[in-house]
């Protein structure tokens, strides 16, 4: 049995994401494929997730007990080491991800439970062999350079998943949601579909 982390960053209620609506779909497909999994639904804005405090920095970096598990900060740490899998979902917000999306990875980037220093000065990761999807959509088109080049969502789940060790990702993007003369409804449905075909295999 897997556990899957669903996480989820959009302040848009539910219902009117386009982005979640194409997620939810893939939770949704992935659940009928494997029904013996778990699934921990991770909705970052209903968490309120806020800046790290002082405080929450002097936790991050001392010794781990067994107190830690229920750390306000490091509790979010311990849920994302302990998935197989992560399904991130974020639309595409001024070329990167909303902030909120940083805010948790500034909750999860915890030394001795995600990442760890080594004896020659590097990191390790501490997660390697799980695997993550990212799903989003966007205004525009960045499928192609140049304007791939200024899509840092993509980018920064992607370096952030390799510090954990998480090194098997893929980026599912739905483009030109905002631009005239798209069918939002066409392309919404096409991208259901195929995010219900890549559940099955996930
Ligand atoms: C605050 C904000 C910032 C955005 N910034 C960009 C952007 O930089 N580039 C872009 O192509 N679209 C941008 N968009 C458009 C969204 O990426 C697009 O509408 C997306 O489909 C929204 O997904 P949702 O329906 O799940 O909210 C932005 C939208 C919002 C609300």
Redesign the pocket.
Known sequence: MSTILYIKA?A?PEG?????RISDSFIDAYRQNHPNDQIITLDLYKENIAPITKDDIGAIYSPKTESSRKHPVLKYAYQFAEADKYVIAT?????SVPGIVKLYFDYVSVVGITFRYTSGGGVEGMLEGKKAIHIT????D?SAPPLSEYELGERYIKTILGLFGVYDTSTFAVDN??RSGTDVEAVVANAIKDVQEKAKSF
């Open positions: 959009n848009k009117a994401s386009r982005t979640f639309p595409l917000w001024n070329l959509t966007r205004g525009g960045y949601m905002d």
